[in-house]
Every structure is written in C-alpha cells, then in structure tokens.
C-alpha cells in the first residue's frame, strides 16, 4: 500500500520556522522526485519546493532563501523546513512523490502564520 504521511504543520508567528515531515511508504523512495505544494483558501494548489531523485532542486520565488527541502532516502522521508514565516505561506501543505507517470499525494497539514 503506496502511503505519503505529512506531518510538523501547525500555527507559528510571522518570523518563526516551523519543518514538516513526509514518510513514504510502499514505493521505491530513492527513485521519485519529491515535492512540496501548498494551497491556501480560494487559490490553486502550487509548488513550493521539488527535489529530484538525481538531487535537482526547484523553489517558487516568493520561498527562496527561506524554505530548504531535503530528504533521507535511508528514512523514506522528505522535509521542508520553512523559516521566517509570512501570513502569505498560510496554507495547507501537501507532500507529492512522481516517478514516470506515477505520481501520489499526501494529506496534508495545516500551517497558520498568525499574530
């Protein structure tokens, strides 16, 4: 049974840093390139981060220098660890495993940046 767990959202201050936590399971994690997504209310679902098998890395603009996305192919687990939050990063978040023409979701979890 293919499973992509996300977990470590939650509500944070503006300015604050928060890592989330995707375990896979059932998949060959080594060979997917691994994504993060995100989705806030009344917007589409938009790449946040990727990280290739070969080790290529890909980040939406309004992220770089604050999000870092990594994995441990030894664990089946990628992160996304996000410092100096802004309201705007508010969404929900959503892990993305692809190979080829395979592709599967996680969840989700919820990041709130609030004052």
């Known amino acids: 049974q293919v499973r992509f767990v996300e977990s470590g959202g939650g509500l944070v201050q503006p300015g604050g840093s928060l890592r989330l936590s995707c375990a896979a399971s059932g998949v060959m994690f080594s060979q997917y390139t691994m994504g993060w997504y995100r989705q806030a209310p009344g917007k589409q679902r938009e790449l946040v981060a990727s990280l290739s098998s070969r080790g290529n890395l890909a980040y939406a603009d309004s992220v770089k220098g604050r999000f870092t996305i990594t994995r441990d192919n030894a664990k089946n687990t990628v992160y996304l660890q996000m410092n100096n939050l802004k309201f705007d990063d508010t969404a929900v978040y959503y892990c993305?495993?692809?190979?080829?023409?395979?592709?599967?979701w996680g969840q989700g979890t919820q990041v709130t940046v609030s004052s």
């Open positions: 993305n495993g692809r190979t080829g023409n395979m592709g599967y």
